[in-house]
Nanobody, 126 residues
């Protein structure tokens, strides 16, 4: 079982920034496509961003494009989501997930990701 652990969430003021981390437990995260998703209270889980193996490609939801940046630190087996210019609509629980079937592309569909972390809360409020 591939286990992921998210960290870096918390309370931030509008316009602020956070860096979320997704770390692997007991395996090399660099071998996998990684996606970030989020779920706001009362809403469904939505795709935020994804990154392929070797950082060849990154993709972003329109709602975060230009504000969020997904990167990976393969030697340390961590994937980051840098979230800037945060607003109240970004308040959600953020999850990272593994797509173990793809290499050179990453997708938005939640069902294509097989392993999930427990999530980390991000609250944007003054």
């Amino acid at each position: 079982q591939l286990q992921l652990v998210e960290s870096g969430g918390g309370l931030v003021q509008p316009g602020g920034s956070l860096r979320l981390s997704c770390a692997a437990s007991g395996f090399f995260l660099g071998s996998y496509v990684i996606g970030w998703f989020r779920q706001a209270p009362g809403k469904g889980r939505e795709w935020v961003a994804c990154i392929t193996r070797g950082s060849e490609r990154t993709r972003y939801a329109d709602s975060v494009k230009g504000r969020f940046n997904i990167t990976r630190d393969d030697p340390n087996s961590i994937v980051y989501l840098q979230a800037n210019s945060l607003n109240a609509e970004d308040t959600a629980r953020y999850y990272c997930a593994i797509d173990a079937r793809r290499n050179g592309w990453c997708v938005e569909a939640m069902g294509e990701y097989q392993y999930w972390g427990q999530g980390i809360q991000v609250t944007v409020s003054s």
